[in-house]
């Protein structure tokens, strides 16, 4: 051959256009198509236009990943999201307990212990409640608001933490698999 023309042999094989390349190890290279997934679930026929016996069905694939790094700022988010929604749970939680507390009389109790045991006040003569609706709801709320900030910050710094341990030791290995 002359000319610098290449030989046929040593030509790289012509790929048509929105071809994939040849991936990693494991992948289809490109010589024979993959069976579709319905055949491999126990279709009719499979990629080669065979009958499949029934009841021939291969085991669910396992595969072993590596967690190496979690995104902080995706945790933040997530856990901002989580923590407010528990903090509408919270409220409800504690407006549902108030109530069914309120319906035995357990708070006209107490406030009626409270007023016996304290003096009265020299301005009015009378001894204001010490459980009332709104002095439960903003004591709730104030609760809340601090445990939506340390739930996400602590989530937040255990992202930082998880990824400084897993750098070192190279992460938590998960095992997937498909369903049968």
Do not use: H
């Amino acid at each position: 051959m002359g000319g610098g023309q290449i030989s046929a042999s040593t030509a790289a094989p012509v790929r048509p256009a929105g071809a994939v390349p040849a991936g990693p190890v494991g992948t289809n290279s490109g010589s024979a198509p993959l069976p579709s997934a319905a055949a491999d679930r126990g279709s009719s026929t499979s990629a080669t236009g065979s009958r499949k016996v029934k009841g021939q069905r291969r085991p669910p694939r396992l595969a072993s990943l590596q967690l190496k790094r979690v995104d902080p700022w995706t945790v933040l988010k997530i856990s901002l999201i989580v923590a407010i929604v528990m903090f509408f749970v919270w409220m409800i939680a504690v407006g549902v307990l108030y109530l069914s507390l309120g319906s035995m009389d357990v708070w006209s109790k107490i406030n009626s212990t409270y007023q016996q045991l304290v003096t009265p006040d020299s301005t009015t003569g009378t001894t204001p409640p010490l459980i009332t609706p709104s002095g439960v709801f903003i004591v709730t709320a104030v609760i809340g608001a601090i445990n939506i900030v340390l739930f996400t910050a602590l989530s937040t710094v255990a992202a930082f933490v998880y990824n400084a341990a897993a750098g070192m030791s190279g992460g938590v290995e998960i095992t997937l698999g498909e369903r049968d």
